[in-house]
């Protein structure tokens, strides 16, 4: 457990490492209270949000997916995850670098500001935890990551696709995964989609695990369709909270029923340690639409997720042996 410590750590903390305990009502807002850091020099793992939700195609709001995803880790802070043998934050240097910044008024550069941000992150060397926004930001965010890591295992988490037939430089948050295969920014051979329930009669050579499909099968042999899939081929990892079903998370704007619960999800992820993830997002929280907090807090649990995933990826810090 964490020491108390005086309140506002994250403008006041002088460490990238360890747990933090302050007020979960009160202080100045980060994710997991992570310092705040735009020093990048020594740090493994930066959070970064992106408030966009000009590319969606229904209810907006997920701009406020950001702050209200910091808000709900306040209450996560304190400790390390409940079945975690390890706290990831003892093992990385992880800090929270503030929201991507961008001219709403001028959407066309929007991409290439988020592309730039998450070039900035990467170019120092530190692995990204991007918060969103709507599910477009993938897209800018794949193409920083392919440019340092070369063409990419996608594992993706969603109600929908969004491998939908799009135009030349649309800003759409279901065309996004259409061009990026089409560019050669992921590998459809090596990707695999979890939770999808609409229609899209092309699959472009994903390996889809439905959410009937999860739901009839199982926690266990979708991890094992997973591990097999990707292999060892470096990972993007995104998580639309949409992929949960409405009653675990309807602060969304585009939800659909017959989701995954939060358990299975959850479940999901912790099966996937020791796999070559190199980025992270988690979007489309949309708190206008929550209640009592449980899709914001749901988006905080994954992303507190991803950075035990991180810390068990072959070289990392807790690695399996």
């Given at each position: 457990?964490?020491?108390?410590?005086?309140?506002?750590?994250?403008?006041?903390?002088?460490?990238?490492?360890?747990?933090?305990?302050?007020?979960?009502?009160?202080?100045?807002?980060?994710?997991?209270?992570?310092?705040?850091?735009?020093?990048?020099?020594?740090?493994?793992?930066?959070?970064?949000?992106?408030?966009?939700?000009?590319?969606?195609?229904?209810?907006?709001?997920?701009?406020?997916?950001?702050?209200?995803?910091?808000?709900?880790?306040?209450?996560?802070?304190?400790?390390?995850?409940?079945?975690?043998?390890?706290?990831?934050?003892?093992?990385?240097?992880?800090?929270?670098?503030?929201?991507?910044?961008?001219?709403?008024?001028?959407?066309?550069?929007?991409?290439?500001?988020?592309?730039?941000?998450?070039?900035?992150?990467?170019?120092?060397?530190?692995?990204?935890?991007?918060?969103?926004?709507?599910?477009?930001?993938?897209?800018?965010?794949?193409?920083?990551?392919?440019?340092?890591?070369?063409?990419?295992?996608?594992?993706?988490?969603?109600?929908?696709?969004?491998?939908?037939?799009?135009?030349?430089?649309?800003?759409?948050?279901?065309?996004?995964?259409?061009?990026?295969?089409?560019?050669?920014?992921?590998?459809?051979?090596?990707?695999?989609?979890?939770?999808?329930r609409t229609y899209n009669a092309e699959t472009h050579g994903f390996t889809?695990?439905?959410?009937?499909?999860?739901?009839?099968?199982?926690?266990?042999?979708?991890?094992?369709?997973?591990?097999?899939?990707?292999?060892?081929?470096?990972?993007?990892?995104?998580?639309?909270?949409?992929?949960?079903?409405?009653?675990?998370?309807?602060?969304?704007?585009?939800?659909?029923?017959?989701?995954?619960?939060?358990?299975?999800?959850?479940?999901?992820?912790?099966?996937?340690?020791?796999?070559?993830?190199?980025?992270?997002?988690?979007?489309?929280?949309?708190?206008?639409?929550?209640?009592?907090?449980?899709?914001?807090?749901?988006?905080?649990?994954?992303?507190?997720?991803?950075?035990?995933?991180?810390?068990?990826?072959?070289?990392?810090?807790?690695?399996?042996?």
């Amino acid at each position: 457990m964490a020491k108390r410590q005086a309140g506002d750590q994250a403008f006041v903390a002088t460490e990238n490492k360890g747990a933090v305990q302050e007020h979960t009502f009160a202080g100045a807002l980060s994710f997991l209270r992570r310092r705040y850091s735009k020093d990048l020099s020594d740090v493994d793992l930066a959070v970064m949000g992106v408030p966009f939700d000009l590319a969606t195609t229904n209810r907006p709001g997920a701009r406020f997916g950001p702050q209200a995803v910091r808000a709900a880790s306040a209450i996560m802070a304190w400790a390390r995850p409940h079945g975690l043998p390890f706290d990831p934050r003892d093992l990385l240097s992880i800090v929270d670098t503030g929201d991507c910044v961008f001219d709403p008024f001028h959407p066309a550069t929007v991409p290439d500001a988020i592309e730039a941000a998450a070039r900035r992150v990467l170019d120092a060397g530190a692995a990204l935890l991007s918060i969103g926004g709507d599910h477009f930001i993938s897209y800018p965010l794949l193409k920083a990551h392919a440019a340092k890591h070369g063409p990419l295992a996608l594992l993706h988490f969603d109600a929908h696709s969004d491998t939908w037939t799009g135009e030349e430089d649309d800003i759409n948050h279901g065309t996004m995964f259409w061009h990026a295969q089409r560019e050669g920014l992921i590998d459809p051979a090596c990707s695999v989609q979890v939770g999808i329930r609409t229609y899209n009669a092309e699959t472009h050579g994903f390996t889809i695990l439905d959410a009937p499909w999860v739901h009839r099968h199982g926690i266990d042999d979708v991890i094992a369709r997973i591990r097999e899939t990707l292999g060892n081929r470096k990972i993007y990892l995104t998580f639309d909270i949409d992929g949960l079903d409405p009653a675990f998370a309807p602060g969304t704007g585009t939800p659909v029923v017959g989701g995954l619960s939060t358990a299975q999800a959850l479940g999901i992820l912790r099966g996937l340690q020791g796999l070559n993830f190199v980025g992270f997002d988690v979007v489309e929280v949309a708190p206008a639409y929550d209640s009592a907090q449980i899709t914001a807090l749901a988006a905080a649990q994954i992303g507190f997720e991803f950075l035990a995933l991180y810390a068990t990826r072959p070289g990392g810090p807790q690695a399996p042996a």
